[in-house]
């Protein structure tokens, strides 16, 4: 128990470092960055949001046609002609 407290007073009375008298203003401007880079990341996300949202809607006011029930959907691969529904329509 005396060795900590002789410890610790010694360390009491030993001079701060410098840097360490420095180091609140440098976490403190790296905050600062840090908010900056954070609007900006926000105002970059709003950005795109509404240039998806334009996209989405020019997107959907091209189509040419409404889509009917009973049309086959497009599919780019043929396991769309093995699914379950579509054999046991066809009677196989």
């Known amino acids: 128990m005396a ?5 610790l007073a ?10 360490l008298r420095l180091i609140d203003d ?3 401007a790296g905050l600062r960055e840090r908010q900056q ?3 900006i990341a926000r105002t970059a996300l709003g ?8 996209i989405g809607l020019a997107g959907g006011a091209m ?3 409404p ?3 009973g049309e086959s959907p497009l599919s780019l691969t043929s396991a769309s ?3 379950p529904s579509n054999l046991l329509d066809s009677g196989q």
């Open 81 to 83: 002609a093995l699914a």
């Open 3 to 7: 060795l900590n407290q002789t410890l």
């Open 67 to 69: 889509a009917l029930a």
């Open 10 to 19: 010694e360390m009491r009375d030993m001079s701060m470092p410098d840097t």
């Open 63 to 65: 189509t040419s046609a």
């Open 26 to 28: 440098a976490v403190l």
């Open 37 to 39: 880079m954070g609007s």
């Open 47 to 54: 950005a795109c949001s509404a240039i998806a949202l334009g």
